[in-house]
């Protein structure tokens, strides 16, 4: 057998393995609330490593790999505000975020959830919500598909377009019919096989290249700066704006539509403990992980291919090509198709959720079925999924760069207001419009811009100015009901 078929082989049998989880979800999906949010049934583990290999995507073994071959150590500061941002998401989010959310007449969406929170009769706040979510989800899908493109590509020599177009079907295969059971219990395996390869796949290369102390003084001998967290490959101090726009990554965590889900769906507030272990724990292996096979990638590229990579974003790639066996390469390889899939398939599904539930029930079929909403939202997740392949196609798309000003526009439009709303009984319906409007106008807004203060990472500005407006606006405008007050004390006295 061949290297190649055996990839093939490989490949194959993960991908029937993935359908075949994905037909038994769809057995079990008997309606709207199971399709889009399980039925809000998953245990610790799947919660945890759903919400985990949803996060992290094609990024967590292409882009952070890449940028940490590309930039050193530097890439610290990045993945120390993720783990960070996940252990808080789960400790401050999770719970309240799940009680109100049943409380709030049963909230399958977050767009949905904030309606029902401010009892927002005009369902101006679900829409405009729901139009954010895609609009940012567009961005971050295509990323997705981007990545799943370069591994078709490099793995089997596909035409770029081709290969983006295979890994697109791949994606929407399973998520169409499953729904969230299917998205959920493959992230499972998926988040799993992930971690397995970012630690296999360094670690091996070390043993190659003779441990790690003499991978340490080869990267010194190379540039002593690449193990500096405070300089730059050019030995130049890094400045407090690139600090904080890395560290800033984790400010995005309480505002993704896609892994808040998971804590709606957890089974129980007893399970959410255990999950956030869990949770945090894989984020913390996995994120080291990719920084060591960035790391160690530089060394071995250097030593045994002459320097020359074109992407760095395909170290991995490399390194597993290079150094495994065909059939453990093609296991390897299948870690990021994980990744990709874990959050492709989360994204699509919670933006045909907006589209069918946010959109479609709210403004044209208020009397809508169940199983017309279900359908509604497996046509949604083909027709978004065309939609984000039509961005995708652009070779020079950077994964890390897609990833950044979908999980900016996320972070700033719905952190700010949703973490109000689980902790702020004065605020209101205009409060949380504002935040959520001035949260992704500001994100839009500052990519645009160059230079001086505008080198700053756009989530900081648009959380900062987001909170701003949704305190000043709900302060201006008149207090909640009753009865939106009562509601927020009875969220209190179930947690």
């Known amino acids: 057998m061949t290297n190649t078929m055996a990839i093939y082989a490989t490949f194959t049998v993960y991908l029937v393995l993935m359908l075949v989880i994905g037909y038994y979800a769809y057995r079990v999906t008997a309606n709207s609330s199971d399709y889009f949010l399980g039925g809000r049934s998953l245990g610790p583990w799947p919660a945890a490593l759903s919400a985990g290999a949803s996060d992290m995507s ?3 073994l ?3 790999p890449g940028y ?20 808080l998401n789960w400790l401050v989010t999770a719970k309240r975020l ?73 994606v929407v295969s399973y998520t169409l019919f499953g729904g969230f059971l299917a998205v959920s219990w493959t992230d499972l395996v998926q988040g799993l096989l992930m971690a397995a390869a970012l630690v296999i796949v360094p670690v091996t290369v070390m043993q190659l290249d003779g441990g790690a102390s003499a991978v340490i003084d080869t990267l010194r001998a190379t540039n002593p700066e690449l193990l500096s967290i405070f300089n730059d490959v050019k030995g130049e101090p890094l400045s ?24 709606q769906a957890t089974r129980s507030n007893a399970d959410i403990p255990t999950a956030r272990r869990i949770a945090v724990t894989w984020s913390g292996l996995s994120m080291a992980g990719a920084l060591l096979v ?11 291919m002459a320097g020359n990579i074109a992407d760095g974003e395909k170290i991995f790639m490399v390194l597993v090509n290079a150094v495994f066996h065909p059939v453990v390469a093609g296991i ?9 899939m874990s959050t492709a398939d989360s994204q699509l599904l919670v933006s045909s959720s907006a589209l069918a539930e946010d959109f479609y029930k709210q403004l044209f079929r208020r009397e809508a079925s169940q199983n017309e909403i279900v359908m509604v939202g497996r046509l949604a997740v083909l027709g978004l999924s065309f939609v984000a392949l039509i961005l995708a196609l652009n070779p020079d798309s950077s994964v890390l760069g897609l990833v950044s000003y979908a999980w900016a526009g996320f972070g700033a439009a719905f952190g700010p207001v949703l973490l109000l709303s689980l902790y702020w009984s004065r605020m209101n319906r205009n409060g949380a419009l504002a935040g959520i409007i001035v949260g992704a106008i500001t994100v839009v807004v500052w990519k645009q811009l160059s230079g001086g203060i505008f080198e700053l990472y756009e989530i900081v500005p648009g959380v900062l100015f987001s909170t701003l407006a949704t305190v000043v606006v709900s302060l201006l405008s008149v207090e909640p009901s009753e009865t939106v007050q009562e509601q927020h004390k009875l969220m209190l006295r179930s947690l």
């Open 332 to 340: 390897l390889l299948a870690a990021i198709l994980a990744a990709i």
């Open 240 to 263: 407090w704006i690139a600090i904080v726009s890395l560290a800033a990554w984790g400010l995005g965590y309480f505002g993704q539509p896609h892994i808040l889900a998971r804590f």
């Open 98 to 170: 799940r009680t109100y959310s049943i409380i709030a007449n049963d909230a399958l969406t977050l767009p949905e959830f904030f309606a029902n929170r401010f009892q927002d009769s005009s369902r101006l706040l679900q829409v405009i919500s729901a139009f954010f979510i895609l609009l940012f989800f567009l961005f971050y899908t295509s990323s997705g598909l981007v990545a799943g493109g370069k591994l078709f590509e490099t793995v089997f020599g596909l035409d770029y377009t081709y290969a983006v177009i295979v890994g697109t079907i791949c």
């Open 294 to 304: 960035g790391l160690t990638g530089l060394v071995y590229v250097n030593a045994h």
């Open 68 to 87: 940490a071959f590309a930039s050193g150590m530097e890439a610290i500061w990045l993945a120390a505000g993720l783990l960070l941002g996940t252990w």
């Open 62 to 64: 292409l882009g952070l």
């Open 58 to 60: 094609g990024w967590l």
